[in-house]
């Protein structure tokens, strides 16, 4: 049995980020209204909070070893919605996975989405997150209307996109205070389908080339990379395309049944032999000349959602996920043939073009393309992964922190050029800094030295 | 075919309150939330209307005994499902020394809930239909010194309630008394000793199923009902010795 708590209210747990690397033990409240808030951020002492939210940020953003945590989940209502202008105003817990349910019989979608729908509204606010169209559509916070903020100090706020604060909200790491609501800007479908376009690519520059066309022409476009292919088969993958698909006359949509994952698969399972052999494999998924298909949206967006608690796949040890964008396409080579030099292998690696900048000062956003990796911990990731953060640094390029395990604070204030600002803001807003994260210590964003 | 009972629910700002509602709204069913926090009780009848719900907000505190008559007056001239879901519970330790203290939890879980349940059984009697389902605890199964100011109010109420189900069956309406285990609500976050907890959703599909089965006593999670039979049979001579 557990030990008595300290206080009434609070609760000693260990959390971890969904890469099951970092943990942490927190002590955690769980408001369920939101005037519980206010007394929740004054026990926070000099071990300071952070809100941990849909647990689905990889690293330690969310984590706030030896402090405190407020989890949000149960603070999920959906406040309002127009339909005529598409406007829905939510409170911060709610995930992506009640907005499809509630919303997309309805004909409207998230205009942006992260790849699992286990996200919160707020988690994509304080990441700013993006999907499969950020060429198109930007990042999360592009579509935010406001926002309310409760301050560290427990002073409310609602903040629209010309505020200072909202921009050091917006992919803030929750650093700012706890977001409380928002006003989001839902996107109208036609149907609860999107048509599928896959083809096989052959090496790097097919890839980029393949790339390049689709995003002037799809909505969404996101392409499998095979990280180990070396050589000539380097860059070697598969290219999706998806537009939203019209509405048939007749057509009938089932949830799809979710399946767990259920158990910690044993750390060999997943070596560098087996996941080439699951990799060659995958990229012959898809038939020579390609294909069409008409999917689901969820099926589409939240493939890895069908399996809960698929990062068990992992094992126990967990995994380090790395997701950069990369102005350059020759940086794509680069860090490709880092990853196929290295004995580390990578199963989930994903290729795709952003075209915007974020909202956000600490936003991850910006033209070019984007690679996201990953790899299950062991020995040599951490050197991999220190020279990937190099050969990012001298492309041009930005490490996405929402992913980040590893990152240097030197590496990160290179990257993130608004760091400043930032700082400034945080000084104003919370001068006793009440706000922690290990993410914060890691990179020093406080910078308390 | 006239229209579904509307659903009352008293209490309407706790989790399985709130997750029942969800149901009702899935269902497309109207509902009407009931409890003192009208700011909060009116963001969860936007999140039921935005669900597929009818939904209103009408203040009601359990306490004020006095307010119970009107409360039921203004109530639409409708038949009614009633989901009475507020309860207060204070560790044994801090109501030790506090009688203040224990006088509140009996006023909620006992007064409160008999005072609100006679008012309404003229309504559920007219209406000849509907169902009651109460949530009550397993700890009102036996009185244990870990909890027994609690366990004694919800004693209480479970032996008003077996008294109501026999009246009110002969009018068609249900009764059913949930003795539920560890849920994990806000007013169990944090305690000490908890185990096999289940989650308010949980709880609020088995009173959803149980109301539609019109069950008598359903202990949720169903584990509890051997557990409870097991501390009922202990000899009170043996009872009072062990620390529970």
Not at chain 1, 389 to 405: F, T
Not at chain 2, 12 to 33: D, H, K, Q, Y
Not at chain 2, 44 to 58: C, H, I, K, T
Not at chain 2, 181 to 203: K, R
Request: hydrophobic residues 50%; aromatic residues 8%; glycine residues 10%.
């Amino acid at each position: 049995m557990r030990e008595a708590a300290a206080e009434p209210g609070w609760r000693r747990d260990v959390f971890s980020g969904w890469g099951r690397l970092a943990r942490a033990e927190m002590l955690a409240a769980r408001p369920e209204r939101a005037s519980e808030l206010a007394g929740i951020l004054a026990a926070a002492g000099s071990e300071g909070i952070i809100v941990h939210a849909g647990g689905r940020s990889y690293g330690d953003s969310a984590l706030n070893a030896g402090g405190r945590a407020i989890l949000t989940r149960r603070l999920d209502r959906l406040l309002a919605f127009d339909p005529a202008s598409g406007l829905l105003v939510a409170e911060a817990g709610v995930r992506f996975e009640d907005l499809r349910r509630v919303l997309l019989p309805r004909g409207f979608l998230a205009p942006v989405t992260p790849g699992t729908a286990f996200a919160t509204l707020g988690g994509a606010i304080a990441h700013d997150v993006h999907g499969k169209n950020q060429d198109r559509a930007g990042n999360f916070g592009a579509h935010v209307e406001w926002l309310d903020l409760m301050l560290p100090s427990g002073e409310l706020r609602r903040l629209t996109p010309a505020d200072r604060l909202f921009r050091a909200t917006v992919g803030g790491l929750g650093l700012t205070g706890v977001i409380l609501a928002l006003a989001l800007r839902m996107m109208p479908v036609p149907s609860r389908f999107v048509t599928v376009r896959e083809r096989r690519v052959a090496d790097l520059d097919a890839f980029l080339g393949a790339l390049e066309v689709e995003r002037s022409r799809a909505v969404y476009s996101v392409g499998w990379i095979d990280a180990q292919a070396g050589g000539r088969a380097l860059g070697r993958g598969i290219v999706e395309a998806a537009d939203p698909a019209p509405a048939e006359a007749g057509e009938s949509y089932a949830e799809t049944r979710g399946r767990r994952f259920p158990v910690d698969l044993p750390g060999f399972v997943l070596n560098p032999l087996s996941i080439a052999a699951f990799n060659a494999l995958y990229w012959r998924r898809v038939p020579k000349d390609g294909r069409e298909r008409r999917l689901a949206y969820d099926r589409f967006l939240y493939p890895l959602d069908a399996i809960a608690d698929w990062n068990r796949l992992y094992g126990r040890r967990g995994f380090h996920q790395f997701q950069a964008l990369l102005p350059e396409p020759r940086a794509v080579r680069a860090l490709l043939e880092a990853c196929a030099a290295s004995r580390a292998a990578s199963f989930l690696a994903v290729l795709k073009t952003m075209g915007r900048e974020g909202a956000g000062l600490l936003s991850f956003g910006g033209r070019g393309h984007t690679l996201a990796l990953d790899f299950p911990a062991g020995r040599g990731i951490d050197e991999l992964l220190g020279r990937l953060e190099r050969l990012v640094l001298d492309h041009g390029g930005r490490v996405y922190l929402a992913k980040d395990s590893r990152l240097s604070a030197a590496g990160f204030a290179a990257m993130y050029p608004r760091l400043p600002e930032f700082r400034e803001m945080l000084a104003e807003v919370d001068p006793e800094g009440r706000m922690r994260s290990d993410l914060a210590r890691r990179l020093d964003i406080r910078r308390t030295a | 075919m006239a229209d579904p009972p509307i659903w009352l629910v008293l209490g309407a700002s706790s989790s399985v309150a709130r997750s029942f509602i969800r149901l009702v709204a899935a269902e497309g069913g109207e509902v009407i939330l009931a409890g003192r926090d009208l700011a909060d009780l009116e963001a969860s009848a936007a999140d039921a209307r935005l669900r597929g719900a009818a939904a209103e907000v009408r203040p009601f505190d359990a306490v004020d005994l006095a307010s119970h008559a009107l409360f039921v007056a203004a109530l639409p001239d409708r038949p009614l499902n009633v989901l009475l879901a507020f309860g207060l519970m204070h560790p044994q330790a801090a109501l030790d020394g506090n009688p203040e203290l224990a006088d509140q939890v009996i006023r909620v879980n006992y007064q409160g809930a008999v005072s609100i349940l006679a008012r309404l059984e003229p309504l559920l009697t007219a209406a000849g239909q509907g169902a009651v389902v109460v949530l009550s605890s397993v700890a009102g199964d036996r009185g244990r010194p870990s909890n027994f100011v609690y366990g004694s109010a919800k004693a209480g109420l479970n032996a008003y309630l077996q008294g109501l189900r026999a009246r009110l069956a002969r009018h068609g309406v249900s009764v059913t008394t949930v003795k539920a285990g560890f849920m994990d609500t806000a007013m169990s976050y944090g305690l000490p000793g908890m185990f096999l907890v289940a989650s308010p959703d949980s709880a609020a599909k088995a009173c959803f199923q149980a109301a539609r089965k019109k069950r008598n006593i359903l202990y949720f999670p169903f584990f509890w009902w051997l557990i409870m039979a097991i501390i009922k049979a202990i000899p009170e001579g043996v009872f009072k010795r062990l620390k529970l």
